[in-house]
Structures are given as structure tokens and as C-alpha cells.
């Protein structure tokens, strides 16, 4: 992620503990399905409200096997944001349903819960809601449409793992929430993923699913449980995640309340530096909620265009501060373009924040000397296109 960028844009924040569980793991000759994929499962599972945590290779598969679970397939839709990472639309390709996009609330970046009630047909299998950035602003009012539809809701919560919104867990709303710990997520497991839910069945089936189709884990080794390891009860995939992986989110979720409320000191420092500058939008975050910061992202105000961006971003990147453009809309990809001929102007509320958003070096050990650093050389780039802006 820091492409030899002086200041990274992300950073995984890897301590003693972390080391040490993974050298455990290793000793231990356990190296797939043991007690470190229980583990994480239980800690995860407790931490968001959960009754059943089943532990995956990456968020694509959880999400994948969140799909399949609910039995959504061809000719069935499925509603999500255009405003997200590409992996929770695809899913929706995976199993040959139809994505139908609906625009965002523009001052949360969260789909806009009275934009999706209008685009529910009688095909509408199920909506993946995501909590754009950590902020799961929406979510309630999301389940509550679901629920009136009866809809399941899908919590696409890869970006928000340890927050909150009105007393409950992020991975909380969704009939089944998934979670993601690529490297650049709060923590992480190198790759890795796990899907939480209340419902047994849909816990079970994902636990088939990820393991080949075999019948439920055996609590004995499978290989000791003649006839289960070479059964096959329904299409599977080898989505498991190994043990080595699995210790390491142990010691990461151990460490979860340190590492957000690190992130939290950060994003604060952030918010009272840059709280000044006019032509700067700042994330904003619902008096009921605790973010779960994943990334640190401001918009530029309205007179700024796409390669005022851009101009600003290289500036940056050239005085190695490590940012990026997070995201650009998912129906304007090159792919969904030429597949479903969506257009500029599709979703103009997502399209005219994504033309203005600057991700910003965001990761526990920023030092106060680099933030200051990081906003400074901002305020030069951003006054440079200003200018470049006023004289026409
Ligand atoms: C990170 C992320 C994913 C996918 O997670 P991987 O582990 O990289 O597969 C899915 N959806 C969103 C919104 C994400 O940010």
C-alpha cells in the first residue's frame, strides 16, 4: 500500500502478540481448521452481537456465501450502493443475480434508505447495505425497510468492525453481516474474512460451503470422522481460512479496543487541524454513533472538479504523502460500463462526491509531525487549484 511513499496510506498495526500467536500456531502442527479459527470465530462473533461467526479466506467470499446462503440466484435482484468497494456489487455477478444500484445520501455516503424503497420490485431478492468508510448511518432505517418488505438485508460491514450505531454492533442489522481483514481494514489477517449471523441454518450452510460442501465441521478432526471428509452434500468452495491467519486475528481482535481508539486519536487530530480550511469537507459522524474509523476521507467543496482532484492527489503523492481517490463509482467501472452500459450522469449524487474525495495517510502510528505534514502540504495543493480555479 505505501508504494515507498514517505507517509503510507495505510498501515497494519503489528505487535509482539501478533508474532507471537502466529509462532504458536506454527509449533503447534495445527494448520487448518483448529482451535485458532474457533477462537477468532467466538471473539469476533461476541464482539459484533452475534450468535454464529464462521471464518473465511476474504470479505468477497463471505459476501459471496452470504448470497448463496439466502438461496439468491438468477433472475433474482439485488439492490446496493454504486458508492463502494467493486467487491460488493460483483458478488451479485457471482451468482448470476442482477445488481441494481441506487443512489447515496450525500452527506452520509450511505445508500439513501428512501431512494431504495423506490427501486424495490417484485424480484428484489435481498439489499447490501454498506457502511461507507466505518459509518453505518442508515443501517436501522435499512433493516426496518427490509424487514417491512421482508427482505434480507446483507450487512456488507468489510469497512466498519468494532463500531456502532444506537446501542448495537456494526454486523448487527444485516440478517448476515461479513467482515473483512485485508491489511488495510482496522485489523487484519493478511487476507481473511468471517460472516456473523443469528440464524443457524444460514451459519450452517456457510460453514458447508466455505469447506468443500462437506457436511457441518465435525467437532473431531474430519479425517477421524470416517465417511465426512470425502462427503460432498452440496456445491462448495475451499473458502477456509488457515490457522496462521486465524492466530493472528486472535491477537488482533485482542487488541481491537487499543487499535480503534488509536485510529479514533488520529482521526480526531485530523478533524481539529483541517476543521479551518474553507474549501474542505469533513467526514461527519452521527451523534449515536462510534465510528469505526477505516479511512480518513474529505471532499473538496463544489467549485472543484474531478482533475482539481486528481491534480491535488498527484501533489500529494509527489511529496509522498500516500492518498488515494476512494471510490470511484462501481457503475462507471470499465467493466460494468461495457457490461450493463451505464453512463456518466447515472447516479449523479455518488458521481459528484466520488469526483471529490482525498483518502489521507490513516493508520495508528501517525505521528503528530506527520499529520502535520499531511495537511500542510494539502493546503498548499488545495490552494494551488483554487487559484488555478478563480482565474478561470
Ligand atoms: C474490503 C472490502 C470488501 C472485500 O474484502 P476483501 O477481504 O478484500 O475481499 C468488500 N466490501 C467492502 C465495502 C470492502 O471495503
Not at 11 to 40: A, C, K
Not at 154 to 179: K, L, N, Q, T, W
Not at 290 to 310: G, K, P, Y
Request: one cysteine or more; hydrophobic letters at 40%.
Amino acid at each position: 500500500m505505501s508504494n515507498g511513499q514517505d507517509i503510507p496510506l495505510s498501515r497494519p498495526d503489528i505487535t509482539s502478540l501478533e508474532i507471537d500467536h502466529v509462532v504458536q500456531t506454527l509449533r503447534s502442527g495445527r494448520l487448518s481448521m483448529g482451535p485458532m479459527q474457533e477462537q477468532f470465530e467466538n471473539l469476533v462473533a461476541a464482539r459484533a452481537g452475534a450468535e454464529y461467526a464462521v471464518a473465511v479466506s476474504n470479505g468477497t467470499c463471505g459476501l459471496h456465501l452470504a448470497l448463496l446462503a439466502l438461496g439468491i440466484g438468477p433472475g433474482d435482484e439485488v439492490i446496493t450502493t454504486p458508492f463502494s468497494f467493486i467487491a460488493s456489487a460483483n458478488v451479485i455477478l457471482y451468482v448470476g443475480a442482477s445488481p441494481v444500484f441506487v443512489d447515496i445520501n450525500p452527506r452520509t455516503l450511505n445508500l439513501d434508505p428512501g431512494q431504495v424503497e423506490l427501486a424495490i420490485t417484485p424480484r428484489t431478492r435481498a439489499i447490501i447495505g454498506v457502511e461507507a468508510f466505518g459509518n453505518p448511518a442508515h443501517m436501522p432505517e435499512l433493516a426496518a425497510l427490509c424487514n417491512r418488505y421482508e427482505i434480507p438485508l446483507i450487512e456488507d460491514a468489510c469497512e466498519g468492525f468494532g463500531g456502532s450505531h444506537r446501542g448495537r454492533p456494526i454486523g448487527s442489522f444485516g440478517r448476515i453481516a461479513v467482515f473483512a481483514f485485508y491489511p488495510n481494514k482496522q485489523i487484519t489477517t493478511g487476507e481473511g474474512g468471517m460472516i456473523v449471523t443469528d440464524d443457524e441454518r444460514l451459519a450452517d450452510l456457510c460453514r458447508s460451503m466455505r469447506n468443500q460442501g462437506r457436511p457441518v465441521d465435525p467437532i473431531e478432526p474430519a479425517w477421524q470422522s470416517p465417511g465426512s471428509w470425502l462427503m460432498h452434500e452440496r456445491l462448495g468452495f475451499n473458502y477456509r481460512l488457515s490457522e496462521i491467519h486465524a492466530a493472528l486475528g486472535v491477537a488482533q481482535v485482542k487488541r481491537l479496543n487499543e487499535i480503534l481508539e488509536n485510529r479514533n486519536i488520529v482521526a480526531s487530530k485530523y478533524i481539529s487541524r483541517l476543521m479551518g480550511m474553507p474549501d474542505i469537507i469533513l467526514p461527519t459522524v452521527d451523534a449515536d454513533t462510534t465510528m469505526s474509523w477505516f479511512v480518513f476521507v474529505i471532499r473538496l467543496s463544489s467549485e472543484f472538479h474531478a482533475e482539481n482532484r486528481d491534480r491535488i492527489l498527484s501533489g500529494l503523492r509527489r511529496h509522498e504523502v500516500g492518498a488515494s481517490n476512494y471510490f470511484p463509482p462501481i457503475h462507471l467501472q470499465p467493466f460494468y460500463r461495457s457490461r450493463f452500459g451505464f453512463n456518466d450522469g447515472d447516479f449523479p449524487i455518488t458521481e459528484s462526491v466520488a469526483q471529490r474525495t482525498l483518502a489521507l495517510p490513516f493508520h495508528t502510528r501517525l505521528s503528530d509531525r506527520e499529520i502535520d505534514l499531511v495537511c500542510q502540504t494539502l493546503e498548499v495543493m488545495v490552494q494551488r487549484e483554487k487559484f488555478t480555479i478563480d482565474r478561470g
